[in-house]
C-alpha cells in the first residue's frame, strides 16, 4: 500500500473528574473531560526501515523493523523507549496493520514524529499521555494508509491496542481523546474484547457489541471553573491499580460497597452536570475524595500523598471541592469552584504554590464534532 503524503493528526490528553478505580470493572461509570494540550503525530514516508519513530521524549531516531510477530526493535530495558511511550506507539501501528491484513493490505514503510504537551520538561504529569499518543498514532496510521474511522472506530482501534500491553485499562482516557468535552464513560469487557479480536478478526470486532461499553457526552458545569494542579510527581496508575487487584480485595464485599457508592456517586453527578445544578456536583465531588480517602484507608495504597492532601485542603478552604485526578499518588488533582470568583480562585494558585503544587494552565478541550465513516 502506498501513504497518502504528510498526514498530521492530534489527540489531547484527559482528566478524572470522579469515578477512577470503580471503572476498571466493565460497566461502572466514571466522568472524565478532555484537555487543551495534546500529543501531535506527523506520518509520511520512511527510508531504510519498516518504521522509524521521531519523539521529542526520546533523544535520536528508533528504527524498526518487521517481523512475524509486527514491529520490533525497542529495547526490553531502555527507560529512554519507556518514557517516551514508544510500546504505546508500536502496539497501535500493529492494530492497523492487522486490520490492513484481513483486506489482504499492508502497511507502508512510517516515519512518526511525535511532539507531546502533556508532558513537563519530559516527565508525564497524569494527563494521559500514553492513551493520547495511542488514538492519535491510531488515527494517523490509518489516515496515512486511506482508511477514515468514525470516532467509535479510532476509540475500538485504540482500546485494542492498549488492552494487548495492560489488560486492566479502563479506555477511559482513550474516550476522552476521541471524543472532547465532558463524557460519561463505561469500560468494556476487555477479556471479552480480546477473545472477540483473537476468534474474529480486528474488522468484526470494530462492528461487534463490545460488554459493559457506554459513552454519553455530557454539558460543563454551568457556573464551575476547572482548576487543575500537578503534585510535581510523577505516578505509575498500572502499579497503584495492580495493587489493589493483586490483593484479596477484587471480588470482596469491600469491593462491592465501593462499587455500590461511586455508581451512585457517579450517576447523581451526571445527574447534576444535567440538570446545571452545580452546587450539587460540588457535593458529589466531596463526596468523591471522600470514597478515594476511605479506599487509600482500606487497601494502602499511597493514593494521597502530601501534595494531593494540601491541594484538596487548599481548595476547600476557598468554597471549592477538590480530589486527585486519576489513580493519585502524585500526578494531578482537580478543584471546581465559582467561576466568578476571582479572587478566591488566585488565591487557590497562590495556596497551590506555596504547598508545592504547581498550578496547570489547562483547560477542558470542547466536544468534537461526530464525523468520519467506520472502516
Excluded at 506507539?89 to 511525535?114: F, K
Excluded at 508525564?124 to 482508511?147: E, F, N, Q, R, W
Excluded at 505509575?236 to 469491593?255: E, F, K, M
Aim: aromatic content about 4%; hydrophobic content about 40%; overall charge negative.
Amino acid at each position: 500500500m502506498t501513504g497518502r503524503g504528510t498526514v498530521v493528526r492530534h489527540a489531547p490528553g484527559k482528566l478524572f473528574i470522579a469515578g477512577e478505580y470503580a471503572v476498571l470493572e466493565p460497566g461502572h461509570p466514571a466522568i472524565l473531560v478532555a484537555v487543551d494540550r495534546q500529543i501531535s503525530v506527523t506520518v509520511s514516508a520512511a527510508e531504510g526501515a519498516d518504521a522509524v519513530i521521531d519523539s521529542d521524549l526520546c533523544p535520536g531516531e528508533t528504527h524498526l523493523g518487521r517481523g512475524d510477530g509486527g514491529l520490533t526493535g525497542l529495547g526490553a530495558d531502555d527507560e529512554r523507549q519507556a518514557r517516551a511511550g514508544l510500546i504505546h506507539v508500536v502496539s497501535a501501528i500493529d492494530v492497523i496493520e492487522a486490520l490492513l491484513a484481513e483486506r489482504e493490505l499492508s502497511v507502508p514503510p512510517l516515519h512518526l514524529s511525535i511532539r507531546s504537551g502533556l508532558h513537563h520538561d519530559g516527565t508525564k504529569i497524569g494527563l494521559g499521555s500514553s492513551g493520547a499518543v495511542t488514538v492519535a498514532v491510531v488515527d494517523a496510521v490509518a489516515a496515512y494508509c486511506g482508511i477514515d474511522l468514525s470516532p467509535d472506530a479510532r476509540f475500538r482501534l485504540a482500546m485494542l491496542a492498549t488492552v494487548r500491553l495492560a489488560p486492566q485499562s479502563s479506555g477511559g482516557d482513550l474516550a476522552a481523546s476521541v471524543w472532547g468535552g465532558w463524557i460519561a464513560y463505561r469500560a468494556p469487557d476487555r477479556a471479552a474484547v480480546l477473545d472477540m479480536a483473537r476468534r474474529s478478526g480486528i474488522a468484526e470486532t470494530l462492528r461487534a457489541p463490545w460488554p459493559g461499553f457506554g459513552l454519553r457526552r455530557l454539558p460543563p458545569p454551568r457556573r464551575l471553573a476547572l482548576e487543575v494542579g500537578w503534585t510535581g510527581r510523577p505516578a505509575s496508575s498500572t502499579s497503584l491499580t495492580g495493587r489493589l487487584g493483586a490483593g484479596d480485595w477484587r471480588g470482596s464485599p469491600s469491593q462491592r460497597n465501593f462499587l455500590a457508592r461511586s455508581d451512585e456517586c457517579v450517576g447523581a453527578s451526571i445527574r447534576a452536570l444535567a440538570q446545571g445544578d452545580d452546587d450539587e456536583l460540588l457535593r458529589r465531588i466531596r463526596d468523591a475524595r471522600r470514597m478515594l480517602a476511605d479506599l487509600d484507608g482500606e487497601a494502602h495504597l499511597g493514593i494521597f500523598t502530601p501534595e494531593l492532601t494540601a491541594l484538596c485542603d487548599t481548595a476547600e478552604s476557598f468554597g471549592g471541592a477538590a480530589k486527585p485526578s486519576g489513580a493519585g499518588g502524585g500526578d494531578c488533582g482537580i478543584a471546581l469552584l465559582d467561576a466568578g470568583a476571582e479572587k478566591e480562585i488566585a488565591q487557590l494558585r497562590e495556596g497551590w504554590g506555596a504547598a508545592g503544587v504547581l498550578p496547570l494552565p489547562v483547560h477542558v478541550q470542547p466536544a468534537k464534532p461526530t464525523q468520519g465513516s467506520a472502516s
